[in-house]
């Protein structure tokens, strides 16, 4: 239980059962012994403005954001005088919130560093080179290719259903972005260096990823930023063909550290009991 002085912090998002983010802050609270806690907050979409204006009266020194509303973030904290860095004004979502103590609001993404981050832990290989192709045009696709981007990739082939969101993203980034229809997603893959699954497709309760990899180089990296399953039907196929792969468990990780560095002026530590602790929660849930 939080005391007054304790700090406050929390996730909105609508449905909120399905997050991850209070098991993985309160082990971090627990193991640095510091009095906070982290509570899950379900917002539905009407209420999220009013709520959000609430938080620092209410003793919240910072949030995370999820979905519905990361875009709806950044709008309010501008709205409310708040600032947010290039990139995430760019990426046009917010998934980490710091309501500082001089009343001035901060909105982050740590999408970006959590992408990037994971990468180079699990598939430490992995050079900016070659080309990637990324599924999706969505918020979390977008932090993706700003990952990517920022970190020297020149040819991003960028998949997705609607084809005007593509437009968008090559007019919000740069000419490293190369269109490529929905249908010719297979073609796409030939000499890729790295493949990115950043649309919600394979997680559990949506429709499959249906795409064969017949055409991926054997050395392709392999990343499905969707954690639930674990081990997604994508990542299945890869490693069954013997290509290096990278779940999305760790990209949650590495993205709520930057968020509980801001909120506790500590960079907390990536522990193998950490992982365990979050893998046993999804098979308890049936998601993996
Ligand atoms: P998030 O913020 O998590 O990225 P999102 O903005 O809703 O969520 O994006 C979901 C992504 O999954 C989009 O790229 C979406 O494609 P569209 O832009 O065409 O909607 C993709 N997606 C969802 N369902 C899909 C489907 N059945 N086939 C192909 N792509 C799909």
Redesign the pocket.
């Known amino acids: 239980m939080a005391t007054e002085k304790s700090v406050h912090v929390g996730v909105l998002g609508w449905p909120i059962t399905h997050s991850c983010s209070p098991l993985l802050h309160r082990f971090w609270l627990k193991q640095y012994g510091i009095d906070g806690d982290y509570v899950a907050l379900a917002v539905a979409p009407e209420a999220f403005s009013q709520t959000f204006a609430e938080l620092p009266e209410r003793g919240f020194s910072g949030v995370n954001i999820t979905?519905p509303h990361?875009q709806t973030a950044l709008e309010a904290i501008m709205t409310m005088g708040g600032t947010a860095s290039g990139t995430t004004r760019r990426i046009g979502?917010v998934n980490t919130v710091i309501f500082h103590s001089d009343g001035t609001i901060e909105g982050r993404n740590t999408d970006v560093t959590g992408f990037v981050e994971n990468l180079k832990e699990q598939a430490p290989q992995w050079s900016p080179e070659g080309p990637a192709v990324v599924l999706?045009?969505?918020?979390?696709?977008r932090a993706v290719c700003a990952g990517l981007l920022e970190e020297g990739v020149k040819e991003i082939r960028l998949v997705?259903?609607?084809e005007e969101?593509i437009q968008e993203l090559m007019q919000i980034f740069s000419s490293s972005i190369v269109p490529v229809s929905?249908k010719n997603r297979e073609t796409a893959l030939a000499e890729a260096a790295l493949l990115v699954n950043?649309?919600?497709?394979g997680m559990a309760g949506?429709?499959p990823l249906e795409l064969s990899l017949e055409r991926l180089p054997a050395t392709t990296i392999v990343y499905d930023i969707v954690y639930a399953p674990l081990e997604t039907p994508l990542l299945r196929a890869a490693q069954t063909r013997g290509n290096p792969v990278v779940d999305g468990l760790g990209m949650l990780i590495h993205q709520a550290r930057p968020a509980f560095e801001a909120w506790f002026g500590i960079s907390p530590e990536i522990s193998e009991e950490l992982r365990a602790v979050l893998e046993a929660d999804l098979r308890e849930r049936g998601a993996t």
């Open positions: 979905v990361k979502a999706g045009a969505g918020g979390a696709a997705n259903r609607t969101k929905w950043g649309t919600s497709l949506h429709l």
